[in-house]
């Protein structure tokens, strides 16, 4: 069983997670039915750019995890409290191989800790259509599906 370490930092370590992110992002684009056209003009600089207005202003969190005898990370959670202390999970990713060995549950509990202590007024997430499979996961913090959001599509928009 691989050693995992955890740490976290800010924005300033937004970098860091760039290759984990871009794996997420693929996983998104197999997935989406609808809107795969604009996921695949998606680049983590724009999400980088996002994640960097919401921390100015509010805060923002990176939990990483690490294999330590690999020595590279196999996971990420990034949060953000809003300046009217909405937390929110942006994105959270785990490595295929390193799924199902209690990461993602430490990452959550990590995220949702930080948010407690701030303390923030409620917490949310957003789950791409086709990722419906994470409820389950998500249920365990006692996250549940409140609204569906349609979205109009352009012609060719979704190809």
């Not at 069983?1 to 997420?24: C, F, N, P, R, V």
């Not at 909405?86 to 995220?111: C, F, H, T, V, W």
Request: a negative charge; glycine letters at 10%.
């Amino acid at each position: 069983m691989a050693k995992i370490e955890y740490t976290h930092t800010d924005e300033q370590g937004l970098d860091s997670i760039a290759a984990l992110w871009q794996k997420l992002l693929e996983y998104h684009k197999s997935l989406s039915q609808h809107f795969s056209g604009r996921l695949g003009s998606m680049t983590f600089d724009l999400r980088k750019k996002g994640l960097l207005e919401k921390s100015r202003e509010g805060v923002i969190r990176i939990d990483l995890a690490r294999d330590v005898g690999r020595g590279g990370l196999v996971g990420y959670c990034v949060s953000t409290i809003s300046r009217d202390r909405q937390g929110e999970i942006e994105s959270i990713y785990i490595e295929p191989d390193y799924r199902e060995s209690g990461i993602g549950d430490n990452l959550m509990k990590r995220a949702l800790h930080w948010m407690d202590e701030y303390p923030v007024t409620k917490k949310v997430l957003a789950v791409g259509t086709g990722n419906e499979e994470v409820f389950d996961f998500y249920s365990r913090y006692d996250f549940y599906p409140r609204t569906t959001i349609l979205e109009q599509i352009e012609a060719g928009e979704g190809e």
